[in-house]
C-alpha cells in the first residue's frame, strides 16, 4: 500500500495568513495527487487534481505543488470560509487508494 | 448537474449486514465508476472498494475483502454498498463518490450514517 503521510495534523492561523500542508507519499506517484476540503457534517470536497490543477469554481487563492513524493497545499490568504480540514489522496494506482491523516485549519 | 444522493441513516446490531444505495443523475451512468469511502466517528477518510458502473467490475480494498460487496443497478442509476457481519467499529458515515477520471472523486453523495450497537 501507498502510505499518505500529511503534517501538520493540526493547525492554528488567522485570516489572512498564508497556510503550507504538507503530503508525502511513501513512493512515487508521479502527479497522481488530489486535495480535498471537508467541512464538519459535509462530504469532502475536491480542490486541487493532478498535484496543481485547480477544480473549476475554487478560488484562485488555492494552489498545489509537488511530484513524485512531495506535495504541498498552499491557501495564499486564509479566509473565514477555509477553515476545515484538509485530506490529500493518491491515485496513482488502485492497490488501494489511500488518503493521508487529515490537517485540521483551526482559527488562531 | 451531477448528483449522487444516499439512503438515510441505519442501526444495526452487531452481526448485521447494511445496505446503502447512491442514486446517480445528472450524467451517462455507466461513464463513471462509483467508489465507497468510509469515515469513522472523528477520523479520517478511508477507501472501501470501487465498481464499474460500465460492467459491474469490482476493485475492493484488502481491509474489506470478503465482507463487502457493491453493486449496480443501471435501470435505475444506482449503486449499492453491502457490508456484512457488523462490528461495533464499523459505525461511520459511508460515502459514495466518483468523477471523470479513475480514482478522482470530483462528485461525493451526502453520506449514510451507520451505527452498529446492540
Known amino acids: 500500500d501507498i502510505q499518505m503521510t ?20 511513501s513512493q512515487s506517484i508521479s502527479t497522481w495527487l488530489a486535495w480535498y476540503q471537508q467541512k464538519p457534517g459535509k462530504a469532502p470536497k475536491l480542490l486541487i487534481y493532478k498535484a496543481s490543477n485547480l477544480e ?12 513524485g513524493t512531495e506535495f504541498t497545499l498552499t491557501i495564499s490568504s486564509l479566509q473565514p470560509d477555509d477553515f476545515a480540514t484538509y485530506y490529500c489522496q493518491q491515485y496513482n494506482n488502485y492497490s488501494p487508494l489511500t488518503f493521508g491523516g487529515g490537517t485540521k485549519v483551526e482559527i488562531k | ?41 472523528g477520523q479520517g477518510l478511508e477507501w472501501m472498494g470501487w465498481i464499474s458502473a460500465y460492467n459491474g467490475n469490482t476493485i475492493y480494498a484488502q481491509n474489506f475483502q470478503g465482507r463487502v460487496a457493491m453493486t449496480t443497478d443501471t435501470s435505475t442509476n444506482t449503486a449499492y454498498m453491502e457490508l456484512r457481519s457488523l462490528r461495533s467499529d464499523d459505525t461511520a458515515v459511508f460515502y459514495c463518490a466518483g468523477g471523470g477520471v479513475a480514482g478522482l472523486f470530483g462528485y461525493w453523495g451526502q453520506g449514510t450514517l451507520v451505527t452498529v450497537s446492540s
Open chain 1, 6 to 25: 500529511q503534517s501538520p495534523s493540526t493547525l492554528s492561523a488567522s485570516v489572512g495568513d498564508r497556510v503550507t500542508i504538507t503530503c508525502r507519499a
Open chain 1, 56 to 67: 473549476s469554481g475554487v478560488p484562485s487563492r488555492f494552489s498545489g505543488s509537488g511530484s
Open chain 2, 1 to 41: 448537474q451531477v448528483q449522487l444522493v444516499q439512503s438515510g441513516v441505519e442501526v444495526k446490531k452487531p452481526g448485521a449486514s447494511v445496505k446503502v444505495s447512491c442514486k446517480a443523475s445528472g450524467y451517462t451512468f455507466s461513464n463513471y465508476g462509483i467508489s465507497w469511502v468510509r469515515q469513522a466517528p
